[in-house]
């Protein structure tokens, strides 16, 4: 039995797996600062009975998965984003009828552990594949690229690859030693001899390949049980433009603002120290240390004071701050020395009196710097208002202009707390894990927000020239950091405008520049001289719309978190969702799911069939062309017109979830309509939708006596018979509902026939791959066995051309096919295809319907007309854009 489970938790240790890992790969392709990393492992089972295996990666908290299979026996189980409801009914529906399946979804919580657990049969070998994606952010002067190796044992064939592309190039770059706590923020001085083996190869000026292979001895010298350890990258950008870096491609732009040489504003800054029961111990211990640490880092222009609670508020100076001069720091350190932990949380009072301190400050003195607290708690209210919303609105009401930066310290602190009260209030939150360097952790989130160079930063496009902008006014830019704005750009504009407004120590700031479109919409190559394949140099050319993706998610997410509207939530969630699901990510607002198809599984239960054995059907065993037309793929339309024996091609490009008319006849009272599901996009095409049928419903009516609705899914065939009740076959097996003017039949090939007598027969064909790549998803298709008995009135996307007048006049003689030249037919051009595609164009043509003519290419084609493989066939091809004009109205006229 092959079982697995997927779970993202916290990583609670490594793995004591007895199977051998054969192969552990790591690769990270890193386009300006936008990171896309997979990690491959292969596992073999060596012993006689199956054993337990266990994948195991550390993903940063801003990490999105996009990807995620299981390799096993030679098939790959491909896992999909799904609405995190929906995720979740397909995993209890799956796990219901006793399917294998897997779901993983997004918690709100720090570094994150993707964990999943895989029985492997005897003697065979079973591969993970996990792509996720990541901006990095730039702290303390430098972006931090952190992949997790955790195989748990050593690894014969352990490799590492790292490609990095830098438009306006790369200042330096440092790969730090193995590093085995993964909740470190800073490095410790004199920590930068990179690992033995690793190998950093300077491409040209804005790219560095960087490769680690270290073979098993110096896994094994690391530790006896292999390696247990990120890989750290540190680097830098040359940057010399004041308003930041604009990089356009394919109508879409990013823009990262990180000014260099600026002079350090004067801060005031309130610490807030939680000194409840709970912080007695190692936290309170650490607190201590970290606090005299960034006393001692305090800037002589500074203005502080401390404010330590519990069941009640102490206040280092009642009076409100004062300068950071030598004797108030040595005099602060005292105060913080003497702290004792004690009595409950209220930590409403706490935020109250930083406010009141501040405001005492600036009445007396008028501004002193950039208002600021840094609010440390570990546990949740548990004195005073305890009410997260009053905390939260007597916050929002006291604290004004002021940026609090607020820490949650160990697993039982109220982050969501924590996090609401930055986020409202012009700051940002962190977890503090409970670690050997907790310390470390709280003094590099002091040091990130250390030095104020800009507050109130507005960066501006103009309204004209872009849109679906994310976030572009920052409260605070601090030294060593990075602004990032991402957005799209109007169609034909030749530049985009961008402004920037700000406040430094003595004045405003106010910059404009115009960055050329057509410049960088057409450039390609970001990394010069790296050798890429085609695939990866779609991805790069593509990461800014994948950037964007990433962002507006983020955003739309974090203002549904800071509105109470009810209605404004639920939409902000469904735009959030739909671009997860666009763009393959998993969110927290979809999850990743996986739903093994097992036939074996399907075979044993129970049916519900008039008999066991099917009757031959009316079909020909050898049928020189059985259908009439059909619809398949993505979808596909082939459609034989039988006035002029030739086959129309065309691609429609439906939405998730539509449900388009099929076929109705109103003289037969016949109904057909199908239920596209959603498929992933090709990397470098998350603008055409992709789409399957995952459901065809078959009905028909004789009058008010007679009735019978066939639906038909991937996993089962469902009759319901007017004053019967339903009737079901299983896809897996053989089986026959037959009524005097109706049969359903699973034949022996598991192809499911619906013969609706008088000439009507039609075929479903359920599509599994043995081998799919991640795009490729189990699907149906809907065939015309047999369309005779079609009235002239029948209508739908496929059952209109049954008896359709359509005219097609050659305007060049057929040629041989040697003599035609290959055709790259690209997406959004002519062809159906999507991909780049080798067709043959053997004759252009003008087709007529009525008064509509559009143009359409006669292509050699592999066309399905009977039961067999597909064959060549030659096929008229309609363009995507005169789809509509050939249907003589919309597409979305036939959505039900």
């Known amino acids: 039995m092959f079982v697995f489970f997927l779970q993202r938790v916290r990583r609670s240790g490594p793995d004591k797996s007895v199977l051998e890992v054969t192969d552990f790969h790591v690769s990270s392709t890193v386009v300006s600062r936008y990171a896309r ?20 990666v550390d993903l940063p908290s801003t990490a999105f998965i996009s990807n995620f299979t299981i390799t096993s026996g030679g098939t790959i189980y491909v896992a999909q984003v799904k609405e995190k409801e929906v995720a979740k009914k397909i995993y209890d529906s799956a796990k219901k009828e006793g399917k294998t399946a897997g779901l993983v979804a997004k918690r709100e919580k720090g570094a994150e552990n993707f964990s999943v657990s895989v029985s492997v049969a005897p003697g065979t ?47 330096f770059i440092q790969v730090l030693p193995l590093r085995t706590s993964q909740h470190l923020s800073n490095t410790l001085a004199g920590e930068s001899v990179a690992p033995p083996s690793t190998q950093i190869e300077r491409i040209e000026r804005s790219s560095v390949r960087v490769q680690y292979s270290p073979s098993v001895s110096q896994q094994i010298s690391f530790s006896p049980s292999g390696l247990n350890a990120d890989f750290v990258i540190h680097y830098d950008v040359d940057l010399t433009d004041l308003i930041g870096d604009v990089q356009i491609f394919d109508g879409y732009f990013v823009h990262y603002f990180a000014p260099r040489g600026l002079p350090i504003m004067p801060k005031e800054v309130i610490f807030v120290i939680d000194v409840s029961g709970s912080m007695d111990g190692i936290k309170m211990k650490q607190t201590k240390e970290a606090m005299k640490t960034i006393l001692n880092d305090l800037h002589e222009h500074d203005f502080f004071n401390i404010i330590t609670f519990s069941s009640s508020v102490q206040t280092w100076q009642r009076e409100g701050t004062v300068p950071a001069s030598r ?97 409202e209030n012009r700051g940002v939150a962190r977890r503090i894990y409970e670690d050997a360097d907790a310390k470390l952790q709280l003094k590099g989130f002091y040091d990130e927000v250390a030095s104020p160079l800009l507050s109130d930063v507005q960066l501006s496009y103009r309204d004209d020239q872009a849109f679906d902008v994310t976030r572009a006014f920052f409260p605070n830019y601090f030294q060593g950091s990075e602004l990032v704005v991402a957005g799209r750009v109007q169609p034909k504009m030749q530049e985009l405008s961008v402004s920037l407004t700000a406040s430094d120590t003595q004045r405003g700031l106010m910059l404009q520049n115009s960055i050329p479109v057509s410049q960088d919409s057409e450039r390609r190559d970001m990394s010069p001289g790296m050798n890429t394949s085609s695939s990866e140099d779609v991805a790069v050319s593509h990461f800014v719309q994948r950037l964007w993706a990433y962002f507006t998610i983020k955003d739309l997410l974090e203002r549904a978190q800071n509105t109470s509207d009810s209605t ?91 449900i388009p008319r099929l076929l109705e006849d109103p003289e037969r009272g016949i109904v057909v309509d199908g239920r596209l599901m959603w498929a992933p996009p090709e990397v470098g095409f998350e603008d055409h939708n992709r789409t399957y049928f995952d459901q065809i419903v078959v009905s028909m009516t004789s009058g008010e006596k007679r009735g019978v609705v066939v639906t038909i899914t991937l996993d089962s ?180």
């Open 327 to 423: 004797e108030n720091v040595e005099l602060a350190k005292t105060f913080v020395k003497r702290m004792k932990a004690k009595g409950m949380t209220d930590i409403n009072s706490a935020v109250l009196h930083s406010a009141k301190l501040l405001s005492q400050s600036a009445r007396s003195s008028g501004s002193k710097g950039v208002p600021m607290v840094i609010f440390l708690t570990d546990g949740e209210a548990t004195e005073g208002v305890k009410l997260n919303a009053a905390i939260l609105r007597n916050a929002r009401d006291s604290l004004g202009s002021a940026s609090l930066f607020g820490l949650a310290f160990g697993r039982d602190a109220d982050f969501a707390l924590v996090r609401q009260l930055s986020l």
């Open 717 to 896: 065939v469902k009759i319901d018979v007017k004053g019967e009740g339903p009737l079901m076959l299983q896809t897996g097996r053989p089986g026959v509902v037959e009524r005097h003017d109706f049969v359903v039949e699973i034949d022996e090939h598991l192809r499911c026939w619906v013969d609706l007598g008088k000439e009507v027969q039609f075929l479903v064909l359920f599509h599994h791959y043995r081998h799919p790549t991640y795009l490729q998803l189990a699907h149906l298709g809907f065939y015309i066995a047999n369309g005779k008995g079609l009235s002239l009135q029948t209508q739908g996307l496929l059952g209109q051309f049954q008896h359709a007048d359509i005219k097609i006049t050659k305007l060049q003689t057929e040629r041989l096919d040697r003599d035609i030249p290959s055709l790259h037919v690209r997406s959004g051009s002519s062809g159906t295809g999507r991909h780049t595609a080798h067709t043959d164009a053997l004759a252009e043509g003008v087709l007529r319907r009525g008064t509509v003519q559009v143009p359409v290419t006669l292509r050699r084609k592999n066309i399905k007309d009977t039961v067999w493989k597909r064959h060549p066939e030659h096929c008229w091809e309609v363009a995507r854009a005169d789809v509509d004009k050939i249907l003589l109205q919309p597409y979305q006229s036939y959505i039900q």
């Open 37 to 56: 990393t997979t990690v491959v492992s292969t596992v073999r089972n060596h012993h006689n009975q199956s054993q337990e295996a266990n994948f195991e």
């Open 568 to 658: 404004l939530v639920a939409e902000l969630k469904k735009k959030a969702t739909e671009l997860s699901i666009k763009y393959n990510f998993v969110t927290p607002v979809t999850s990743l799911v996986v739903v093994k198809p097992e036939m074996e599984e399907a075979k044993s239960r129970d049916v519900n069939i008039e008999r066991s054995k099917p009757q031959s059907r009316a079909v020909p065993k050898h049928p020189k062309k059985v259908f009439a037309s059909s619809v398949d793929g993505d979808p596909h339309f082939v459609v034989h017109l039988p006035k002029l024996d030739q086959t129309l091609c065309f691609t429609i490009d439906g939405q998730a979830n539509d």
């Open 125 to 171: 070998s079973l591969s993970f594949t996990l792509t996720y994606e990541e901006l990095l952010a730039r702290r303390l002067g430098h972006y931090e690229l952190v992949l997790g190796l955790r195989p748990t044992q050593p690894v014969q064939n352990l490799t590492v690859d790292v490609s990095i592309s830098e438009r306006t190039g790369i200042s």
